[in-house]
């Protein structure tokens, strides 16, 4: 089995910054790829970011390109550096993992397997 647990989040003023950090521990050798996921009221699930294990290829939706960082640590965590925040940034965050790549994930071949708990991420104007 495997676990997600996030941390981070809070509540900020826009143009401010806040970082989310992911633990996933388990059987983590069968997953090849993490992300980062956030779903506000109203709106449709949004992949935001993901990396592969190693740190490779890391991926960053248009919305948040240029403002948003994901990165894998020495540990193994997968931290989400979010700067310039936006009200529209406010959302539950979701660590979440897959077997499948990226890639497959992100083309909508394959989903994520395994979700954390969620984590407010509130940004007032």
């Known amino acids: 089995q495997v676990q997600v647990v996030e941390s981070g989040g809070g509540s900020v003023q826009a143009g401010g910054s806040l970082t989310l950090s992911c633990a996933v521990s388990?059987?983590?050798?069968?997953?090849?790829?993490v992300g980062w996921l956030r779903q506000s009221a109203g709106k449709q699930r949004e992949e935001v970011a993901s990396?592969?294990?190693?740190?490779?290829?890391p991926y960053h939706a248009d919305s948040v390109a240029g403002r948003f960082t994901i990165s894998r640590d020495d540990e193994g965590k997968v931290h989400l550096e979010m700067h310039s925040l936006k009200p529209d940034d406010t959302a539950i965050y979701y660590c979440a993992a897959a077997r499948a790549g990226c890639y497959e994930v992100h083309t909508g071949v394959e989903d994520y397997d395994y979700w954390g708990q969620g984590t407010q991420v509130t940004v007032s104007s």
């Open positions: 990396i592969y294990p190693g740190g490779a290829s």
């Open positions: 388990g059987s983590i050798d069968s997953l090849d790829c």
